[in-house]
C-alpha cells in the first residue's frame, strides 16, 4: 500500500460542511469502515509515543495561537509523562438531578451587610464544567479521551444528565450504542473517576484517517498530518468537545 | 449614541466555581495535614476574561489551588486567598465572617496605601473561603467571599458603558491588543494603564508606570481584565481597582475617569474583543481616608441570600458509593452491548436465600453479587472444617481454626467485606429431613425450624436450594411450592451436576384429567417439574443407605454450575430471551464431547412432589391442609412419601429391571 500523494482529511469536518449531522454520519461510517477493515485484516494505526508527543505539542502550539485553552500537563509516571487538557463551562439550560438536601440549618447571617454597589443578578442556572484529558495508552497505542463534566459546586453530573445534556439527534443515534465506547476508569493520574472513550476502536479508526484521501486535492504532495487532531476531531463532538477547523488549517499551513 | 445619565455604578459579584479535584484535595489536607488546625492556609483561584455571552463571571478553584506555585489556566487571572477550614459545624456557624473578611480588607488596604499593590496587582484580587468538611458523610460546607472595599463609597458613571468598538478604531484595538499581549499576557496581570500616544495608538503599560506617564501628560485610562459579559456593568475586580486609584492617583487621574473592561475571548478560532466595554467614571466622594473603608464580598447562595452553601459529594467520593455505581455500571454496560432488555433493576432488587453456604451457596452468593443482587441471606447449620477454604470460596484458612466458625455468617461477613453494598444475612439452621426421625424431645425444636424457615422463605423470591444432601432439599421444596416463589436447585457430583428450576403451579389447574403421553413441545411453567417430580424413589436417609447423591466432593467446576443457575435466575427476570432451559445436567468427564457437555432437559411435573396424574398436588396441599403434622410423618415413616404419593403401588406395578432401563436411556 502505497501511503504518498495522500493528504489528511478531517472527515467531521467534510462531513459537518455537508450534513448538520457530522458526527453521527461520520461515526456511522467509520464504525462500517472499522468493522471492514478488521474483517480484512488490516492492521490498525500504530500511534507510537514520540508521534503522541509531537502531536500533543502541536496541538498545544495551535491551541495558543487560537485561543482554545488546551494545557499541556507534565507527570513524571511510567514513559509517557504528558497529557492534554482543557475545560469548557456550558450553561446546558439543565438542573441538577441530584436532589438537593436541607441539611442547611444554618440561619441566614445577619452579620453580614449586602451593600447598594453590588448589582443583584436574577438567579443563574447552574452552569456546568466540561473537563477534557487526552492520554496516551501504551496497551492500545492509541489516544484515550477521558472526561468528566461537574456543577459549579463541584457535584459529578450523573451519566444520565450527560447524556441528557447532547443533543437530540446524538440521543438517538446513541440510545443502543453509548456503552460501547464510553466506560467509566479511574483517571491514571488524578485518582478521581472519570469517563473514557474506549480506545479499543481508535487505532482502526486512525489507521481508517490514514487512508483517507481527498480527491478534489490539486496537489496531492506529501502528508502534513496530526493524528491526535484527526482523531480528536472526530470523537469529541459526540461529549461537547469541539475542535476548531482552524487545526485543521494550521497543520496544513505548516507545509 | 451615548445619552449623559448619571448613576451609581454597581458590580457584579463573582460566582464561586469549583472542581471535584478541589474537595478531594480539601479532604486529603485536613487528613494529612491540617488535622485541627483551623488557622488560615494559602489557597489560589482563578477567573477568565474569556468567557462566552451570558455566563456569570466566576472564580474557580481546582485541585491545584492548594499548591504552592499554582499554575493558572492560560488567558485566567489569579485571584489569591486563603481557606478557613472550621472543625465542627458549630465552628464554621459560631465563626466571626465581619472580623474574617476585615482581616482581608487591612490587607488589601494596606497593600494599596503603601503602593505594594502597584508593583503587583494581583494583591487587588482576594478570596476568603469558610469551610467544614464532614468527611464522614462527604458533606462540604462552604462560604465564599470576594473582599470589595467600599471606596470610593460613591462612583458615578457619566454616561452609559459604551462597546470598545463605538470608540476606538479596529486600528486602534489591534494596537492595544499586541500590547496587551506583550506586557500582561504572559505573566497574566489583570491591572493594566492604557495611553493614548499621539498618533493615536494605544499602548498597555505596567501599573507602576503611572507617575511617568503622567509626567509626560499623556491621557491615562485604567484597564483591567473583566469576567463579567454584561453590556451594561463591570465586573468585580474593579472595585479594588477604584480604590486603588482613588486612593493613589485620585488628583492625577482628573474628574473623568475612562476605564477598558477587557473582555478578550475566541469564537471558532478567532479572536474577538468587540464586547469590551468603556466606562466613563467619576468619584463623588474620594476624600481621602486613613482608616481602612468599609468591606463586603460574602457570595449569596443558591437561594440569593447571603449564607453557604452545602454539597454532598458522597457520590463521587465515598468508596462504598463508587463500589456500587461501578458494579452497575458494568451491568449497564453488559445491557446495553449484550442483553438490551434485561431488568437490572428488578434483579437488584431480588431478594435470594441460599440455603447452604457450602461449595455452592459460596460460589452462587458471588456470582449473584456480580449480577447485581443486593439482598441475600444464607442458611447454614455446619461450621467451617480445615477442607472446606480451598473450595469454599468465601472462606479462609483462619475461618476453619478452634473449631471454626459458622459457615453462614462467617460467609455473609465475606460476602460484605467483597462489596459493601450488599445487605448480606447468614443464620445458623437445620432443615428437617424426611425419613429423618424426629424424637419427642426435639419435636419442639425442629417445629421451631420449619417456622423460620417457612418465613425466611416468605421473606425472600428466589430460593436456592444448595445443600449437599437429595432428602434435605425436600422441605424447602414444598414451602418453595406452596408459596408459589422462584426455586433453584443445583447439585454437584464428582463429574456431573444438575441444575433445576422447580416449576411454579398453579392454583387452578385447567387441564389436570389430560392423559396425553406424547412429548409436548412446549411446557408450560405450572407444569414444570422440581427437583423430586421424576423421581421414583422417595427421599430418605441416604446417609444410612450411602447411596451415591452425596455431592459437595471433591470437584473444581462450582463456578461453571453456578454460573449456569444464575443465568438460570436472570433469564427468568428477562422473558424476551426466549425459552429458558428448565433444567441443564452435564458430565465432565474428557470422553464426552464439547457440544454435548451441558444437556438442557425438561422435567415435566409428574411424580414425587406434585404426585402422579390423578393426585396431581397430593404433597402440596398435605402440606397446605395438614401443615406441621403432615411434615412430621414425612420425617418420621420412612414410607410415608410413597405411600401418600402412589410410587409404592408403581413400584408393585413396575419390574425394576425397566425402570432402570429407563433411566439409563435418559442419561445418555
Redesign the interface.
Known amino acids: 500500500m502505497s501511503h504518498g500523494r495522500r493528504r489528511p482529511i478531517q472527515i467531521g469536518w467534510l462531513l459537518a460542511s455537508i450534513t448538520r449531522q457530522p458526527l453521527i454520519a461520520s461515526l456511522d461510517f467509520y464504525c462500517l469502515i472499522a468493522s471492514q477493515l478488521q474483517m480484512a485484516g488490516c492492521s490498525t494505526y500504530v500511534l507510537t509515543e514520540k508521534e503522541f508527543t509531537a502531536n500533543a505539542n502541536q496541538l498545544i502550539s495551535i491551541s495558543?495561537s487560537?485561543?482554545?485553552?488546551w494545557?499541556l500537563h507534565h507527570f513524571k509516571d511510567g514513559d509517557v509523562d504528558c497529557y492534554l487538557s482543557k475545560?469548557l463551562?456550558k450553561?446546558l439550560k439543565l438542573s441538577p438531578s441530584?436532589e438537593?438536601?436541607s441539611?442547611?440549618d444554618?440561619?441566614?447571617?445577619n452579620?453580614?451587610?449586602?451593600?447598594?454597589?453590588?448589582?443583584?443578578?436574577a438567579?443563574?442556572g447552574e452552569?456546568c464544567?466540561f473537563?477534557y484529558h487526552v492520554m496516551y495508552s501504551s496497551s492500545y497505542a492509541a489516544p484515550v479521551l477521558y472526561f468528566?463534566a461537574?456543577w459549579?459546586?463541584?457535584?459529578?453530573l450523573?451519566?444520565e444528565d450527560l447524556w441528557a445534556s447532547l443533543s437530540k439527534i446524538y440521543q438517538c443515534r446513541l440510545r443502543?450504542?453509548?456503552?460501547?465506547f464510553v466506560?467509566?476508569q479511574e483517571h491514571p493520574v488524578?485518582h478521581?473517576?472519570f469517563y473514557q472513550l474506549h480506545p479499543c476502536k481508535t487505532g482502526l479508526l486512525m489507521a481508517l484517517m490514514r487512508e483517507c484521501k481527498d480527491t478534489q486535492s490539486s496537489h496531492g504532495d506529501g502528508i502534513i498530518r496530526n493524528m491526535l487532531v484527526s482523531w480528536l476531531s472526530t470523537v469529541g463532538p459526540v461529549v461537547h468537545l469541539d475542535i476548531?477547523?482552524?487545526?485543521g488549517i494550521s497543520i496544513q499551513d505548516h507545509k | 449614541m451615548n445619552t449623559s445619565v448619571k448613576s451609581?455604578?454597581?458590580?457584579?459579584?463573582y460566582?464561586?466555581?469549583?472542581?471535584?479535584?478541589?474537595?478531594?484535595q480539601l479532604s486529603q489536607k485536613k487528613l494529612d495535614v491540617y488535622g485541627l488546625d483551623e488557622e488560615l492556609k494559602a489557597i489560589t483561584g482563578f477567573y477568565t476574561n474569556?468567557?462566552a455571552d451570558?455566563?456569570?463571571s466566576?472564580v474557580n478553584l481546582d485541585?491545584t489551588a492548594f499548591n504552592k506555585n499554582a499554575s493558572i489556566?492560560?488567558?485566567c487571572y489569579c485571584c489569591n486567598g486563603f481557606i478557613k477550614n472550621t472543625n465542627t459545624v458549630d465552628g464554621?456557624?459560631s465563626c466571626?465572617?465581619?472580623q474574617l473578611?476585615q482581616q482581608q480588607a487591612d490587607q488589601i488596604w494596606s497593600d494599596i496605601t503603601s503602593g505594594k499593590a502597584i508593583e503587583d496587582p494581583s494583591l487587588l484580587s482576594k478570596l476568603l473561603l469558610l469551610t467544614f468538611a464532614d468527611l464522614k458523610k462527604y458533606?462540604y460546607?462552604y462560604w465564599f467571599a470576594f473582599p470589595a472595599l467600599?471606596y470610593p463609597?460613591h462612583?458615578d458613571t457619566i454616561t452609559t458603558p459604551s462597546q470598545i468598538d463605538e470608540v476606538f478604531t479596529e486600528k486602534q484595538i489591534a494596537g492595544l491588543l499586541a500590547s496587551f499581549d506583550e506586557v500582561c499576557l504572559p505573566k497574566q496581570i489583570g491591572y493594566f494603564l492604557v495611553s493614548e500616544d499621539v498618533d493615536d495608538t494605544l499602548r498597555v503599560l505596567h501599573l507602576s508606570q503611572f507617575d511617568q506617564l503622567h509626567n509626560s501628560g499623556k491621557k491615562i485610562m485604567l484597564g483591567f481584565c473583566d469576567p463579567c459579559t454584561?453590556k451594561t456593568?463591570p465586573g468585580w475586580p474593579l472595585?479594588n481597582f477604584l480604590a486603588l486609584a482613588a486612593n493613589q492617583w485620585s488628583s492625577k487621574l482628573g474628574d473623568e475617569i475612562t476605564v477598558i473592561c477587557l473582555r478578550d475571548?475566541?469564537k471558532?478560532?478567532?479572536?474577538n474583543v468587540s464586547h469590551s466595554i468603556l466606562l466613563k467614571l467619576r468619584f463623588v466622594d474620594a476624600q481621602s481616608v486613613t482608616e481602612c473603608p468599609?468591606c463586603?464580598g460574602?457570595e449569596k447562595n443558591?437561594r440569593?441570600?447571603?449564607?453557604?452553601?452545602?454539597?454532598?459529594?458522597s457520590?463521587?467520593m465515598d468508596p462504598i458509593r463508587?463500589a456500587e455505581?461501578?458494579v452497575d455500571?458494568n451491568l449497564?454496560?453488559m445491557?446495553?452491548?449484550l442483553l438490551?432488555e434485561l431488568n437490572l433493576e428488578k434483579i437488584s432488587t431480588t431478594r435470594c436465600l441460599l440455603l447452604g453456604a457450602g461449595t455452592l451457596g459460596c460460589n452462587v452468593a458471588r456470582c449473584l453479587l456480580g449480577w447485581g443482587v443486593r439482598t441475600v441471606t444464607l442458611v447454614d447449620n455446619a461450621t467451617i472444617s480445615y477442607s472446606n477454604p480451598v473450595r469454599q470460596s468465601l472462606f479462609v484458612f483462619e475461618d476453619s481454626l478452634h473449631g471454626g466458625k459458622p459457615k453462614a455468617e462467617t460467609a455473609a461477613a465475606a460476602l460484605c467485606k467483597i462489596f459493601p453494598g450488599v445487605k448480606a444475612r447468614g443464620i445458623c439452621l437445620s432443615i428437617a429431613m424426611p425419613g429423618h426421625s424426629v424424637s419427642d424431645s426435639i419435636k419442639d425444636q425442629v417445629q421451631k425450624d420449619v417456622r423460620q424457615l417457612e418465613s425466611l422463605i416468605d421473606d425472600h423470591d428466589v430460593i436456592f436450594l444448595l445443600m449437599d444432601t437429595r432428602e434435605s432439599r425436600w422441605l424447602p421444596t414444598v414451602i418453595g411450592a406452596a408459596k408459589q416463589k422462584i426455586v433453584i436447585s443445583a447439585a454437584l457430583g464428582f463429574d456431573t451436576y444438575l441444575v433445576v428450576r422447580h416449576g411454579v403451579k398453579k392454583r387452578q389447574l385447567t387441564d389436570s384429567s389430560s392423559t396425553d403421553t406424547s412429548i409436548p413441545s412446549v411446557i408450560p411453567g405450572d407444569k414444570l417439574g422440581c427437583y423430586f417430580c421424576n423421581d421414583v424413589v422417595a427421599p430418605g436417609d441416604c446417609a444410612k443407605s450411602r447411596t451415591s447423591n452425596v455431592v459437595d466432593i471433591v470437584n473444581g467446576y462450582a463456578a461453571a454450575d453456578t454460573s449456569a443457575k444464575d443465568e438460570h435466575l436472570t433469564k427468568d427476570f428477562s422473558a424476551p430471551l426466549g425459552l429458558v432451559p428448565h433444567q441443564a445436567n452435564s458430565w465432565f468427564l474428557v470422553k464426552i464431547s464439547q457440544s454435548d457437555a451441558i444437556k438442557f432437559s425438561i422435567r415435566q411435573m409428574y411424580s414425587m412432589l406434585t404426585a402422579p396424574r390423578k393426585e396431581q398436588f397430593t404433597i402440596i396441599e398435605a402440606y397446605e391442609k395438614d401443615g406441621f403434622d403432615f411434615l412430621l410423618s414425612a420425617f418420621n415413616k420412612p414410607k410415608y412419601l410413597e405411600d401418600l404419593t402412589g410410587l409404592t403401588k408403581l413400584h408393585e406395578e413396575t419390574m425394576d429391571e425397566e425402570i432402570w432401563g429407563f433411566t439409563d436411556d435418559e442419561d445418555d
Not at chain 1, 452579620?111 to 443578578?121: A, G, H
Open positions: 495558543n487560537i485561543g482554545d485553552n494545557q475545560r463551562t450553561d441530584y438537593g438536601e441539611v442547611l444554618l440561619e441566614e447571617e452579620e453580614v451587610e449586602d451593600d447598594v454597589n453590588t448589582l443583584s443578578t438567579s443563574v452552569l464544567t473537563e468528566t461537574y459549579q459546586d463541584g457535584h459529578l450523573s451519566l443502543a450504542d453509548r456503552w460501547t466506560t467509566q488524578l478521581r473517576p476548531p477547523v482552524q487545526y | 451609581q455604578l454597581q458590580f457584579v459579584p460566582n464561586s466555581a469549583l472542581d471535584p479535584g478541589f474537595w478531594h474569556g468567557d451570558s455566563l456569570p466566576r485541585f489556566p492560560p488567558r464554621f456557624k466571626d465572617k465581619k473578611l458533606h460546607y467600599c463609597c462612583v454584561l456593568n472595585r475571548r475566541f471558532d478560532g478567532k479572536r468599609k463586603v460574602w443558591e440569593q441570600k447571603l449564607g453557604p452553601r452545602m454539597v454532598n459529594l457520590a463521587n463508587l455505581s461501578a455500571l449497564k454496560l445491557r446495553w452491548r438490551p
